[in-house]
């Protein structure tokens, strides 16, 4: 748990954790199954050339205490992945839960935070909703918007609506009430000169739909967030910026960072972080011209992967 702990809270890797924590309370941790659960929970890889510590002598009884914190929150970790194997070899819906709810005591914390990012005030009696926007459907007496305004087309995905939190310590789903699941990913900054990311994201809020794509052919599912919006970027709010600028930020400062990042550690031999063990996908929602909506409907959604049930029309300049 301490080594769980400084990972999230001091941004270290798996191994610089476990490291730290040997040096202030030797020999480290010394159960192979523990060291293991760690790099798979934080999607790391384990370099070959760490070796488990051998038991110390102080520890007389090989058998694992009731009273162990450590095992009981390794073996509940154990049985989370054992959960998730479940759904991986079954089938995928979109009602399957992902990730691990947070403390109740964190919520309105959280939920203050998303207000803060968006320029919200408080609702009536401090009460707080699901901040994201809500589709308008469209009807006769509001067609004439379309004609008003500069509108961009997307196909409308039959998946499950999630803005999504990224912290320093982790990112965070949010569905319609509000909650907040913790999952295991990652998204670096922009590159400079070329290198190595200098940082992750650190409060950036964003927008989309999760999604599961069937493969016609071999009948295999793949989860992909499917993101068309960025609200805020590093603890900047975008709120006030026109949607197409917001858009193409998306692409250069969140998609980008995360695929350049995910090429180059697929050619190296030894990666330190595995994009391949996180829980979905992640990638950016098209939009297009309304004069492309005929070709929208009858040639690009029959083609998707997942189900579709219309069009979703987007002011594109303006907010």
Not at 149 to 164: L, P, Q, S
């Amino acid at each position: 748990m301490i080594v769980h702990f400084l990972v999230r809270t001091e941004s270290l890797s798996v191994t610089e954790a476990i490291n730290k924590f040997a040096q202030a309370r030797p020999p480290g941790i010394y159960k192979q199954d523990y060291i293991d659960t760690l790099y798979m929970f934080f999607n790391e890889k384990k370099p070959e050339s760490l070796v488990c510590p051998q038991t110390p002598e102080w520890k007389s009884l090989p058998d694992p205490d009731v009273h162990d914190v450590s095992f009981s929150a390794t073996d509940n970790r154990a049985d989370i992945l054992q959960q998730e194997n479940i759904v991986r070899n079954g089938v995928m819906t979109n009602d399957d839960v992902l990730g691990d709810p947070i403390p109740s005591n964190q919520l309105r914390t959280m939920q203050e935070l998303c207000y803060q990012l968006l320029k919200l005030g408080k609702g009536g009696r401090g009460v707080l909703y699901f901040p994201g926007s809500h589709p308008v459907s469209l009807n006769r007496e509001n067609l004439q918007l379309l004609r008003q305004r500069y509108y961009y087309a997307t196909w409308k995905a039959d998946g499950t609506r999630y803005m999504m939190l990224i912290t320093g310590d982790g990112c965070y789903l949010i569905d319609r009430k509000f909650h907040f699941q913790r999952i295991s990913m990652r998204f670096p900054c922009k590159y400079s000169n070329g290198g190595t990311p200098e940082r992750n994201h650190h409060y950036t809020l964003l927008d989309g739909e999760m999604i599961i794509d069937t493969d016609p052919h071999t009948h295999k599912q793949e989860r992909r967030y499917l993101i068309y919006d960025l609200i805020a970027i590093n603890q900047v709010s975008l709120t006030e910026m026109p949607f197409y600028e917001r858009w193409k930020l998306l692409e250069k400062e969140v998609i980008e960072p995360r695929n350049m990042e995910r090429e180059a550690l697929s050619k190296s031999i030894s990666p330190y972080y595995r994009y391949d063990f996180e829980p979905f996908g992640v990638r950016r929602k098209g939009f297009w011209l309304l004069s492309t909506v005929s070709k929208l409907l009858h040639k690009f959604i029959p083609q998707l992967s997942h189900s579709s049930d219309g069009l979703v029309f987007q002011v594109f300049i303006g907010n």
